[in-house]
């Protein structure tokens, strides 16, 4: 399974912004659902965002109306856009990628590595 390429990521202040980026080398992005996902230790991991093939997108209760996925495909990529971070939103960060579409088990065939997202308050 070829590893989506992650970058973005780091430590912000509480209300502070950052874009993580999802990349595929060899696969075209725009043929896949893809999601991010975030884990952070004692806690089960969250589906955040999805873009479904039709470009449809779906949120976490927790982010809606402050972080946005999208897609870019002239860069084979899909971003995620996070405002009004809260150190609630500190996490590894994963992209994970399906060309069946989303899944509800997140049983996504790609994966990229995860990136460390760390909000203070």
């Known amino acids: 399974q070829a590893p989506l390429i992650q970058s973005g990521g780091g430590l912000v202040q509480g209300g502070g912004s950052l874009n993580l980026s999802c990349t595929a080398s060899?696969?075209?992005?725009?043929?896949?659902?893809v999601a991010w996902l975030r884990q952070s230790p004692g806690k089960e991991r969250e589906s955040v965002a999805i873009?479904?093939?039709?470009?449809?997108?779906t949120y976490a209760e927790s982010v809606k109306g402050r972080f946005t996925i999208y897609r870019d495909n002239a860069k084979n990529a899909v971003y995620l856009q996070m405002h009004s971070l809260k150190p609630t939103d500190s996490a590894l960060y994963f992209c994970?990628?399906?060309?069946?579409?989303?899944?509800?088990?997140?049983?996504?065939?790609?994966w990229g590595p995860g990136t460390q997202v760390t909000v203070s308050s």
């Open positions: 994970a990628a399906d060309i069946r579409g989303p899944r509800r088990d997140a049983s996504y065939d790609y």
């Open positions: 060899g696969r075209l992005l725009s043929n896949y659902a």
């Open positions: 873009i479904d093939l039709t470009g449809h997108s």
